[in-house]
C-alpha cells in the first residue's frame, strides 16, 4: 500500500503562484509513476501533471504547459506541483496520486493510490 497526504494550495490572485506538495508513506520503493489531477467544480477530474519516479521525466496537459512544474524530492518521497501565472480556470480540488505501473494514457482509471485532495482558488 502506498499512503499519499498533499499540503499547500490556498487562495490566490490571477497571476500568483502556488505551490502544492505531495508526501508518499508505505511502500514507496514500489511507485512508478506520480500524478497531479485536478477536479474543479461541477467538472469531472483531470489530469495536470506527470513524472516518472525513477527517470524524472514529466508530461503536462496542453491547460497547464509552460505555467505548472512538477517535481519529486526522491530523499523525503515527496512530490511537488509548483504552478505560477494561475487564472481563475485553475481553481480546483488537487489531488496526487501513485501508480506502481507504467501508465499509457494518465487516466484516471490508471491509478491506483491517491491523496485526499488539496483546494487551490484563484480569484480574478
Known amino acids: 500500500q502506498v499512503q499519499l497526504v498533499e499540503s499547500g494550495g490556498g487562495l490566490v490572485q490571477a497571476g500568483g503562484s502556488l505551490r502544492v506538495s505531495c508526501a508518499a508513506s508505505g511502500r514507496t520503493f514500489s511507485v512508478y509513476v506520480m500524478g497531479w489531477f485536478r477536479q474543479a467544480p461541477g467538472k469531472e477530474r483531470e489530469f495536470a501533471a506527470g513524472i516518472s519516479v525513477s527517470g524524472g521525466s514529466t508530461v503536462y496537459a496542453d491547460s497547464v504547459k509552460g505555467r505548472f512544474n512538477i517535481s519529486r524530492d526522491s530523499a523525503k518521497n515527496s512530490f511537488y506541483l509548483h504552478m505560477k501565472d494561475l487564472k481563475p480556470e485553475d481553481t480546483a480540488v488537487y489531488y496526487c496520486?501513485?501508480?506502481?505501473?507504467?501508465?499509457?494514457?494518465?487516466?484516471?482509471?490508471?491509478?491506483?493510490?491517491w491523496g485526499q485532495g488539496r483546494q487551490v482558488s484563484v480569484s480574478s
Open positions: 496520486a501513485a501508480e506502481r505501473e507504467q501508465v499509457s494514457c494518465w487516466r484516471l482509471s490508471e491509478f491506483d493510490y
